[in-house]
C-alpha cells in the first residue's frame, strides 16, 4: 500500500515538474519573441538618424557615394561652415524661430492646460461635463483639419507674415488639457486643498503652491508633447509665414529641399536635418525622468 502512495505521489510530482518546466519554457520564448520585436523596431527607428550621423560627417558631395551606414572620411566642420555660409546664415535663424515657438508655445500651452486642467479636477460648475466632453472630442479631431480655418481667420485680422500666427494655435491643447485633469483628479487631494483655504490662501496660491508641484510629472509630459509637436508643424507655418526670415527649420528645409539641389546643394539639406533634430534629443534627455513618471502615472490612472 505505501509503495503504491509513493509510486503516485513520484508520478504527480514527475508531472508538476514537467508543467512548470513547460510553462517556463513558453515563458522563455514569449519573452524572446518580445525582445526580438523590441529591437527590430528600435532599429528601423534609429535607421534613418544613423544614417544623417555618417552623412552629415562624409566630405562635402559625397553624402550619397560609398557606403551609407558607414564613415567615409571627416568633413563635419567644412559641412557645417558651408551650411553656415549658406543664404548668410539663414538656418540658425530658422533654428531660433523653432526654439522660440516652441518652447514659448509650449510654456504657456503647458500653464493653460494645467490651470484647466486644475479646475475640470477641483471645482464644480454648470456645465462641467459637457465642457469636458468638449475636451475629448477636441482630442479626436486631427489638427490638420484646423489648418485652412485657422488661415481664413489670420487672414481676415491681418496676422499673415506674423508670429503669433504660429503661436496662438500651439498654446491650446486639448491633450494636455485632458492629461492634466486626470492627474489632478488624482494626485491632488481634496484635504490638501480645504487646509490650505483654511490657512487663508487664496485659490491661485493653492494652485501655484500645492497644485502645481503634485502635478509636476504630468506637467513635463504635457510640455514635451507641446514641443515635439509644435516643432514638427510644417503645413500651418509655411501656409501662414512667407517670409523666410520668420520661418521654423521645417519649413525651410523642405524649402530647400524642393530646389532638388539647383539652388542650395542637396548635402546641405541632411546636414541641417539632422541639426534640426538635436533640440528634440536634448529635451527627452534632459526631462525623461519626468516624463516616464508623468506617462506612467496616466496609464495607471
Not at 534609429?46 to 557615394?65: H, I, N
Not at 524649402?255 to 536634448?282: D, F, K, M, Q, R
Request: proline fraction near 5%; glycine fraction near 10%; charged fraction near 10%.
Amino acid at each position: 500500500m505505501s509503495a503504491a502512495v509513493t509510486r503516485a505521489s513520484s508520478t504527480a510530482g514527475a508531472k508538476g515538474g514537467t508543467k512548470a518546466g513547460a510553462k517556463r519554457d513558453t515563458t522563455a520564448t514569449s519573452r524572446g519573441v518580445v525582445l526580438a520585436v523590441l529591437l527590430i523596431s528600435t532599429a528601423y527607428f534609429l535607421f534613418p538618424l544613423w544614417w544623417l550621423l555618417v552623412s552629415v560627417t562624409k566630405p562635402f558631395g559625397r553624402q550619397f557615394s560609398g557606403s551609407g551606414l558607414w564613415f567615409d572620411g571627416f568633413g563635419l566642420f567644412d559641412n557645417l561652415s558651408r551650411l553656415t555660409a549658406q543664404n548668410d546664415g539663414i538656418f540658425w535663424r530658422w533654428m531660433l524661430n523653432s526654439v522660440l515657438y516652441c518652447g514659448v508655445g509650449a510654456l504657456v500651452g503647458t500653464l493653460l492646460s494645467a490651470m484647466a486642467g486644475y479646475l475640470l479636477a477641483k471645482y464644480e460648475f454648470r456645465g462641467k461635463g459637457l465642457l469636458f466632453g468638449t475636451v475629448l472630442a477636441a482630442v479626436l479631431v486631427p489638427k490638420i483639419l484646423f489648418t485652412l480655418p485657422l488661415y481664413l481667420m489670420f487672414s481676415g485680422v491681418g496676422l499673415i507674415n506674423n508670429p503669433l500666427a504660429v503661436l496662438l494655435p500651439s498654446v491650446v491643447s486639448p491633450f494636455g488639457v485632458y492629461l492634466a485633469r486626470i492627474f489632478a483628479a488624482q494626485s491632488v487631494p481634496d484635504e490638501v486643498i480645504e487646509a490650505g483655504r483654511l490657512d487663508g490662501a487664496g485659490e491661485f496660491r493653492i494652485f501655484r503652491t500645492i497644485g502645481v508641484p503634485m502635478m509636476l510629472p504630468a506637467l513635463v509630459t504635457i510640455f514635451l508633447f507641446q514641443f515635439v509637436d509644435i516643432w514638427n508643424n510644417y503645413l500651418l507655418p509655411a501656409m501662414v509665414l512667407g517670409d523666410d526670415e520668420l520661418q521654423p527649420v521645417t519649413v525651410g528645409l523642405v524649402g530647400w529641399n524642393a530646389s532638388h539641389g539647383v539652388a542650395v546643394p542637396a548635402p546641405l539639406v541632411v546636414i541641417g536635418s539632422l541639426i534640426s533634430v538635436i533640440p528634440l534629443i536634448i529635451a527627452f534627455v534632459a526631462l525623461q525622468r519626468f516624463w516616464r513618471a508623468g506617462m506612467t502615472a496616466g496609464a495607471v490612472k
